[in-house]
């Protein structure tokens, strides 16, 4: 029988898999192709690592005095 | 009553807020305002739209406090907001579509195996390692720029402030499947992108 998983479309089930969405089947299959295929093993690692990467890269602090001039022009708008 | 120790829930300030209690609605402020902030940032693209963004996100928040009936949670409404206000922002000024990301999309040979080696593609997943904080910071917030605007929004909900699928699929009014889609696409063209810039084609 021929593999339905694949890189390709190995990749394709990779966010519904994560978020545990997948049918038991193809979660099985997909665990299997990845467990033997070095590449997959390697996609997967950088594909995990993607959001923390750029959400780590651009966390934003609020600026010094924001808060006051925030509340000083919601004021000014309920006035 | 407060109780020490226990929060007052956003719920409860919020009818506390529009019914004209302002120290309510000014807590309700400075729990989300940095939130909010940050989600401007990355929806904008750009700190210096980000204040204008804040500002009339709270400003929409009061205005429509009594049309705030409690069906989704707070936090979801007022994400809502503030996702639209920083939309709003971004369209207001004119903007040079940035180039596709399509180029970074994993590439495959006539099998269906991948194309590239197992070393090039976990490089991605270490750019942080390879790049200078400083650039990354610059080159990330390029990247996000350049994603189609339906992919960004579900990203950067999803993935940049961590909410759950079910959550950023209320905000947009999308069903969790196409939040999935979107996600997936956006984290498909950013790896790409991040492996590029530790010197990897996809």
Not at chain 2, 54 to 80: D, I
Not at chain 2, 167 to 192: D, F, S, W, Y
Request: glycine share 6%; proline share 5%; net charge neutral.
């Amino acid at each position: 029988m021929k593999e339905r998983v694949v890189c390709a479309s190995g990749v394709g089930l990779l966010m519904d898999y994560l978020e545990g969405a997948l049918p038991e089947d193809l979660r099985a299959e997909l665990e299997a192709h990845v467990a033997s295929c070095p590449r997959c093993t390697a996609f997967v690692a950088s594909y995990r690592a993607t959001p923390r990467i750029l959400r780590e890269a651009t966390l934003a602090a609020l600026p010094r005095g924001l808060e006051e001039s925030l509340l000083a022009f919601l004021r000014s708008r309920r006035a | 009553m407060a109780v020490p120790g226990v929060q007052t829930s956003d719920e409860a300030l919020a009818a506390r807020a529009a019914a004209g209690d302002e120290p309510a609605f000014e807590m309700l402020v400075k729990r989300y305002q940095a939130r909010v902030y940050r989600l401007a940032c990355r929806l904008t693209g750009n700190e210096a739209d980000a204040p204008d963004a804040l500002q009339e996100t709270f400003l929409q928040v009061y205005r429509k406090l009594a049309s705030f009936r409690g069906e989704a949670r707070f936090s979801t409404w007022l994400f809502r907001i503030a996702t639209n206000a920083a939309l709003m922002q971004r369209r207001a000024r004119a903007r040079r579509p940035g180039e596709s990301l399509e180029a970074f999309l994993p590439r495959f040979d006539a099998d269906g195996l991948h194309a590239a080696t197992p070393s090039e593609l976990q490089v991605a997943g270490r750019a942080d390692e390879l790049i200078d904080r400083k650039l990354l910071a610059e080159k990330a917030r390029a990247g996000i720029e350049r994603l189609p605007e339906l992919y960004r929004e579900a990203f950067v909900l999803r993935d940049l402030e961590e909410m759950e699928t079910a959550e950023v699929a209320e905000v947009l009014g999308l069903e969790p499947a196409t939040v999935r889609q979107r996600v997936h696409r956006a984290r498909l063209m950013l790896r790409g992108y991040l492996g590029d810039l530790v010197g990897v084609t996809p």
